[in-house]
């Protein structure tokens, strides 16, 4: 083991990302474009790597949830492709102005976009996630050094493979986007330990690799550990638009971070049975409160660990709370500040929820499931914040940048 | 000694820092103002307390540069209370949207300022940091929790004390601006550990306190360690205007974090001994390369510690450059990446330093000392951070909030 390998990467990173700092909008979509086309020609090649996986995978005794993360077919690499193309199209972020000031002392000031550096990407399962950050950081102008899970090492690596050569034919050096070569894990630990290195630590995986980087790491983290999140149905909502909202929020993928756990509903809301019937006949476990379990036998009583569970399946937590006030309690007690919703036709009920709730994503009459950046507009996510500095929420090509102040005079002097 | 204190205080915090989230910019004006008033009737209150401080730092023999921050008399009493007065005329970051979306996929979405939380000042000698960072708090819907130095105990307790029963008039609670009460060097210690507790901490100080903060935190810091700022006088400065910022950056105050503390001089510059001449009669100490020093005799030969020197006195380091590019690498290696400038006619040359400086503040044509707050017109700061994650520069009130997401639909719904 050596632990100079991390040093290594991060000192070719950093000085790759002074020329990417300059290059121009086009050099790099013309990359990503270059890249995208080349996952294209690559397919085969790529799905035979990732069959090496596989193929490990299955005699490790991997489950099948992992093995359909890990794995990758002509589709799935079409879709690699179709997503480096999303981020080719989206605007750069870099060089934008923030804002500006009226001349003040002699001075015109703007803050400037410019990236952060060196981004440190470690993630597990799913090979989408090396393209996915490569491409990010060629957009946003960051080095990313990429550090992926030992069950898609194959995979990882024809990936990387095509953004080495594509950026190795352009005037941006290929150091831009690296990844760790061997699969020691001490290299995890020497990426939380960089700092001065690399800039900003980007966890993409179950829940134990994310709370082992937040608990060990010495660079900045963006990242969420849980995605526990509430809906209230309020005693004004709609029923109709209440069932239709739970069971999508629930149901439509158990998996995601943005999936419901916890359904709390009003004591004055007209129909509560109904909605425990949907989840129950759509196939989900309900966990809840004595008031529940007295409205339909199927359920089952709720421990207090099922308020602090992201189940990740279906199975909800669900029980009666006296009004607003409570539900706000309760969702302060047990929210992991991922996204939190209500559904009610009253608006100030609404707007008091959205108001109070202190969550990276706080929603009204609608499904949490849409905690993506995708659906939020922003082309692509590297991922979903919880923590309260730099970015909240879904993080895409902007929370990847910082601002740079610049000031302009004319022989301007301070008095 | 306990270390329950800390965590006390921060839970303390942490209940107030929801009330003051929903409370209206009225409410939080009329505090300050009120505050304000409050400070000038304790006028001769504070000046007393002070006056025991100084009494306590003289006997152990504090240096005059010390004292001179520590003291307060009338004036900068009143001071203190114009710049809490200053606060609350500033806009309200809170409630701001940052931005909103077209609807989309049946949602619309915007980005809300909020405030972060629970913040922790460490600070040395100046008393007027517990009232700055009370007003800042308060204004941005923070708690903060304040160490101050022991030197400043009696002035930071008779400030704190008028924050604590202003507060207690209104219907904010008064735990939002909490002193941490004895001395106690154990405490710093906790604050720094106090994860989930506190959601960022600011050290203003000197470098070891700084360091130290830096060093030990598990809680995100927003500070900077070193002002090494740098200015460069490319081969079209105008000989005048150079000499006029020269002197201003170097000489107006030497002790701020802004002040020159490197010369770079290109080779083609005609007139580099008239800078250098500047300097020496304004009382400065030049030390320099071998080519400076045959303009002048009065100069002293730099080692290489001079370059990563932050003087915050009367001296100065000196080089000449080859050209932009050599300027660069200079900055690149030694700049604290607080603040670096160029003087220069040729805008081509002053664009491509502002573009590839990567420091927290590049200007043009202008002093360096101009980097603070309220230069920069956001009317009082917190602190300059150099970090890369946030805020970076001058932060004031933005820098004290992050956001949330609010989605808005209508039974929306993914599908």
């Known amino acids: 083991m050596n632990h100079k390998i991390i040093e290594t990467l991060a000192h070719n990173a950093r000085k790759a990302v002074k020329k990417i700092a300059i290059a121009s909008t086009d050099e790099k979509n013309k990359i990503l474009r270059a890249s995208a086309e080349a996952v294209r020609r690559a397919k085969n090649d790529i799905v035979m790597a990732n069959k090496i996986d596989l193929a490990a995978a299955k005699k490790r005794g991997l489950d099948a949830a992992l093995l359909d993360r ?3 077919n002509e589709d799935r690499v079409e879709s690699i492709a179709i997503a480096i193309e999303t981020i080719a199209s989206l605007p750069d972020p870099i060089g934008q102005i923030i804002d500006e000031s ?11 976009r410019i990236a ?10 799913r090979p989408n996630v090396t393209a996915d950050a490569a491409a990010l950081a060629i957009k946003s102008g960051n080095a990313a050094i990429l550090r992926g899970g030992s069950e898609a090492v194959n995979s990882n690596h024809a990936i990387h493979k095509i953004f080495h ?6 005037d941006i050096p290929a150091d831009i986007v690296q990844i760790v070569g061997d699969q020691d894990r001490a290299h995890v630990g020497d990426m939380l330990r960089s700092q001065g290195l690399i800039d900003m630590i980007i966890p993409r995986g179950g829940k134990s690799l994310v709370k082992r980087v937040q ?4 660079v900045p983290v963006l990242a969420h550990l849980d995605g526990i999140c509430h809906i209230y149905v309020h005693a004004s909502a709609d029923p109709d638009m209440a069932r239709e909202i739970i069971l999508n929020a629930k149901m439509r993928r158990t998996g995601i971070c943005g999936a419901m756990e916890t359904l709390l509903i009003d004591q004055n809301y007209p129909k509560p049975a109904q909605l425990i019937d949907a989840l129950i006949e759509a196939g989900c476990e309900v966990r809840c409160d004595d008031m529940i379990m007295e409205l ?3 359920t089952v009583s709720a421990e207090t660990v099922d308020w602090e569970t992201e189940y990740l399946d279906a199975i909800v937590s669900a029980r009666i709370v006296s009004d607003l006030d409570h539900a706000l309690e309760h969702i302060e007690q047990y929210s992991s500040g991922h996204t939190d919703a209500i559904i009610a036709q009253d608006d100030t009920a609404a707007h008091l929820f959205l108001r109070s709730v202190d969550s990276a994503i706080v929603m009204h009459n609608s499904s ?5 950046g995708c659906e939020f507009g922003l082309g692509a996510e590297i991922g979903i914040a919880t923590g309260r500095l730099h970015a909240r929420g879904p ?10 102040w610049i000031a302009r005079g004319d022989g301007a002097v301070r008095p």
Chains 1, 2 share one sequence.
């Open 368 to 372: 949490t499931q849409f905690a993506d």
């Open 215 to 218: 608990d060990e790491a010495r």
């Open 102 to 112: 009226q001349p003040l002392n002699g001075l015109q000031l703007s803050r400037v």
């Open 70 to 72: 890990l794995m990758l």
């Open 395 to 404: 993080v895409a090509l902007e929370g990847l940048t910082t601002y740079k």
């Open 296 to 298: 339909d036998s199927r």
């Open 116 to 125: 952060i550096g060196v981004l440190g990407i470690i993630y597990e399962s």
């Open 165 to 170: 050569q594509t950026l190795s034919n352009s």
